[in-house]
């Protein structure tokens, strides 16, 4: 079993929708977690970090849920340049985790 | 403030040969990280450098190796090149602040034939 699992999609949604992304971590010592976003062919940039709490960027929203170990992305009113891929990220003292990514495309 | 920069871009390398990679942190980082990132999959955690110190590893050979300097810009050190080391090779940099997420180069594409 991987250490940080994603779902790989690919996820297709229409302008306007609505998506959600989850990834699900194995360590329960993790410490921080972030979600990536990666274009084609271009390196990983960072999107946002995760909190317990739950955090707010616009139309991009970021959940932890620690006791059952997974994050998750929400994002709403979905635009053309929302198509990427979207890496989930956990950190433990000094070694970080990437998921394999989950795929989406958003269409007219 | 100058973001990560790597080099080369591209290289191409033959079986059994040796490589060095090169990274520049962003201004004020002071820990460096390097990923191994093959076609469709994420990028897999090759180690991480704070302050000269390698203190993160990931599950590559002693083949893959590193430095970090003084000025916080690094160096991947891959010996005996295989076929399956043909990848995109990352470098990340980030603050001592945790809550911060790393700041990636644009990568080198190595291609070993």
Not at chain 1, 62 to 82: C, E, F, M, T, V
């Given at each position: 079993r991987k250490e940080v699992e994603q779902d790989p999609g690919p996820f297709n949604v229409p302008e306007g929708a609505t998506v959600a992304f989850n990834c699900t971590y194995s360590n329960s010592a993790s410490q921080s977690f972030f979600w990536y976003r990666q274009d084609c062919r271009k390196e990983p940039k960072l999107l946002m970090s995760v909190y317990s709490s739950g955090n707010e960027d616009g139309r991009f929203t970021?959940?932890?849920?620690?006791?059952?170990?997974?994050?998750?992305?929400?994002?709403?009113?979905?635009?053309?340049?929302?198509?990427?891929?979207?890496l989930c990220v956990v950190n433990n003292a000094g070694k970080s985790t990437f998921g394999d990514g989950t795929t989406l495309t958003v269409k007219p | 403030e100058t973001g990560v920069t790597q080099s080369p871009t591209h290289l191409i390398k033959t079986r059994g040969q040796q490589v060095t990679l090169r990274c520049s942190s962003q201004s004020g980082h002071n820990t460096v990280s390097w990923y191994q990132q093959a076609l469709g999959q994420g990028p897999q955690f090759i180690f991480q450098y704070y302050r000269e110190e390698e203190n993160g590893r990931g599950n590559f050979p002693p083949r893959f190796s590193g430095l970090q300097f003084p000025n916080y810009s690094s160096e991947l050190n891959v010996n005996a090149l295989e076929l399956d080391d043909s990848a995109l090779y990352l470098c990340a940099s980030r603050s001592d602040r945790r809550v911060y997420g790393y700041t990636f180069g644009s990568g080198t594409r190595l291609t070993v034939v």
């Open positions: 970021a959940q932890l849920n620690r006791a059952s170990q997974y994050i998750s992305l929400l994002i709403r009113d979905s635009k053309l340049s929302d198509s990427a891929t979207y | -």
